[in-house]
């Protein structure tokens, strides 16, 4: 499904990446679940995440964290405390800082605690999608707090495009610790 354009394609394709992420995760062998994530040998993965998290806790507390700041950011504003999407003291600039951070502060957190907080915040982000309305959700600069842009554009870097984004990884992993 391409790009989510209404609150019902958001809603749908969310739920549907939601489910391809959990169902993947669960059909990991427990070779695939032990296996650190590593891939260091693979100069094409550039960006920070792929060196920084390491196991299923990581990808699952990345995504629970994201959610945390929509969720944050969306309450707030709704109920007139101006905040940004990111706090301080991070931007668009240094939030790899920011994601190291909450790599750091889950070291200890179990995985099967983490994926329950994740289901959590998961269910909290759909049911506050569910509150607006499509022209709420698509209409660029409808809320003077999300500047020209769209609130749908935050729920979709979330949600949708961040399970798929979580999919792709826990594919190469699998790819990588069976060799093929």
């Known amino acids: 499904m391409p790009r989510p354009t209404t609150k019902e394609d958001l809603l749908t394709l969310s739920a549907e990446n939601f489910a391809k992420l959990t169902e993947l995760a669960d059909s990991m062998t427990e070779e695939e679940l032990a296996a650190p994530f ?3 040998e693979d100069k094409s993965r550039k960006e920070a995440h ?9 990808v699952y507390i990345h995504l629970y964290e994201w959610h945390r700041l929509l969720i944050n950011f969306v309450g707030s504003n709704m109920d007139g405390k101006n905040i940004t999407f990111l706090p301080a003291p ?4 240094n939030y790899g ?4 951070a909450f790599w750091q502060s889950h070291q200890q957190t179990e995985t099967d605690k983490a994926r329950e907080m994740l289901e959590g915040s998961h269910k909290q982000v759909m049911e506050l999608a569910e ?5 709420e959700l698509f ?6 707090w999300t500047g ?5 554009s935050y729920f979709i870097s979330n949600m949708s495009s961040h399970y798929d ?6 594919r190469a992993h699998r790819k990588k610790v069976r060799g093929k």
């Not at 991070?90 to 600039?93: D, G, V």
């Not at 984004?165 to 826990?170: D, M, R, S, T, Y």
């Open 38 to 40: 590593d891939f260091s």
């Open 50 to 58: 792929w060196q920084r998290d390491k196991n299923l806790r990581d």
């Open 90 to 93: 991070y931007n668009w600039k």
């Open 97 to 100: 800082d920011m994601n190291r």
């Open 131 to 135: 509150k607006l309305t499509s022209e």
């Open 139 to 144: 209409t660029r600069g409808y809320f003077d």
């Open 148 to 152: 020209n842009n769209a609130l749908a």
């Open 165 to 170: 984004w979580a999919v792709k990884k826990l």
